[in-house]
């Protein structure tokens, strides 16, 4: 892993939106009390902006993000709200007692939304974007605005919105991919675009949102930073509506690990990514895949006897990064049919066992039978197998 520059101008803001777009996974609702529970651990881990919930949906969506406005030390703490004032306002009540607060105020742009969804005419929304930046910066001088469908809509439109927002006071712009349809390159080309195209938009944070529908989410977001962004919207575990968010723990170590070639740097003590995963995944019965990277079980556990040789003569070999640096304890050797004899020897080391060559190669012989017959086997399979062996052994 190589160092990251430290310059202001490389750190990206990390906005979690677990509680709000992940909790919109069919299926991932949480209960007041683990939210709560959520939100601490993201604030003790350097999230710099927590989107609380969408206070306007529910008295429950409401209750959660004030009192996690009240609770929360360090981040700011966000919640969304639409381009209509009864939402805006409410908003505005939920996050009050936060020592920093911010509201977060959607319109979409794109022809498709504005035509089916909003039955409006472009000129009609360009006025509710004022309007609605302009009602939420009554409350707050952090104001974020999020042109919805933004990777959809069409450019010249996008602009003319973007500069209305940030003349009527929003400070972040997200350019949302609302329905995970772009591309690295196309992503990358929009931010530069807006950001060129617009003539006021060095006063604004550009933000990339990503959807994981094509498997995209954090490649599209990482072009979006390469293009000028400075906030990554994401959620724990990649959870969100339909095939999830830009999942937070990818987009913090890819930039960690790949320093050199991802020059950008936030604030998030990754030791504690593995314990967010884990929080998460209790929380909303969403079970992590386990060859999920980062935080899936198998991220540090090696099967094949090659790379279990490999990884007994250096780590580097078969691991891009420590287990310690995102909070697992240790790599695991899984033992298996595919496992070596390197493997078994170590094995038996870690297990308090010393055998003669002989009893070796016949408990080796022992264990692949079995491993033939089992997927994985336990370290109580092989106490068994060697102990058996050692009973019946005649050297
Ligand atoms: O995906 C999206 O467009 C959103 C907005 C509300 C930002 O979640
Ligand atoms: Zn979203």
């Known amino acids: 892993m190589t160092s990251h520059s430290s310059s202001e101008k490389d750190r990206v803001v990390i906005f979690d939106t677990t509680l709000r777009d992940g909790e919109q996974s069919p299926g991932a609702t949480m209960t007041h009390e683990e939210k709560l529970e959520v939100a601490e651990l993201l604030d003790q881990m350097g999230v710099d902006v927590i989107e609380a919930g969408f206070p306007i949906a529910s008295e429950g969506d409401f209750q959660a993000v004030h009192e996690i406005a ?3 030390r360090n981040a700011v703490v966000c919640g969304l709200a639409r381009a209509a004032f009864k939402d805006i306002d409410r908003c505005a009540e939920a996050i009050k007692p936060a020592s920093r607060k911010r509201i977060h105020t959607f319109l979409s742009t794109s022809p498709v939304h504005m035509k089916h969804k909003l039955q409006k005419e472009p000129h009609e929304v360009y006025e509710m974007v004022i309007a609605q930046v302009t009602r939420a910066r009554n409350y707050t001088d952090d104001v ?6 933004g990777t959809r809509t069409e450019i010249d439109f996008l602009c003319r919105c973007v500069e ?3 003349k009527a006071g929003a400070t972040t712009i997200n350019i949302p991919d609302t329905v995970g349809y772009t591309t690295p390159e196309e992503y990358y080309t929009l931010f530069k675009t807006v950001r060129e195209r617009v003539p006021n938009s060095d006063q ?3 933000s990339v949102h990503c959807h994981d529908d094509l498997g995209m ?10 293009g000028g962004a400075r906030q990554i919207e994401c959620t724990i575990n990649g959870i969100g509506e339909r095939a999830g968010n830009t999942a937070l723990e990818e987009v913090v170590m890819a930039m ?3 320093s050199e070639v991802l020059p950008w740097w936030t604030g998030i003590d990754a030791t504690m990514l593995t314990r967010a995963s884990k929080l998460v995944s209790a929380v909303t019965s969403f079970p992590v895949q386990y060859n999920k990277a980062i935080v899936g079980r198998n991220a540090f556990a090696h099967e094949s006897g090659i790379h279990q040789d490999g990884m007994l003569k250096n780590a580097q070999t078969y691991e891009i990064m420590t287990p310690e640096s995102v909070g697992v304890k240790q790599t695991s050797l899984v033992m298996g049919k595919h496992s070596g004899r390197h493997a078994f020897v ?3 080391e870690d297990l308090g066992y010393k055998l003669s060559a002989n009893q070796l190669e016949d408990a080796f012989v022992r264990f692949k039978a079995l491993a033939d017959r089992k997927k994985q086997v336990q370290d109580e399979d092989i106490e068994a197998l060697v102990d058996e062996e050692i009973a019946t052994a005649h050297d």
């Open 164 to 166: 209305a927002a940030i």
């Open 144 to 149: 974020e605005w999020s042109s919805e469908d």
């Open 70 to 72: 009240k609770r929360t």
């Open 204 to 206: 604004a944070v550009f």
């Open 256 to 258: 960690k690990v790949r």
């Open 217 to 226: 989410a954090v490649a599209n977001s990482l072009a979006g930073v390469r």
């Open 346 to 348: 170590r094995k038996l």
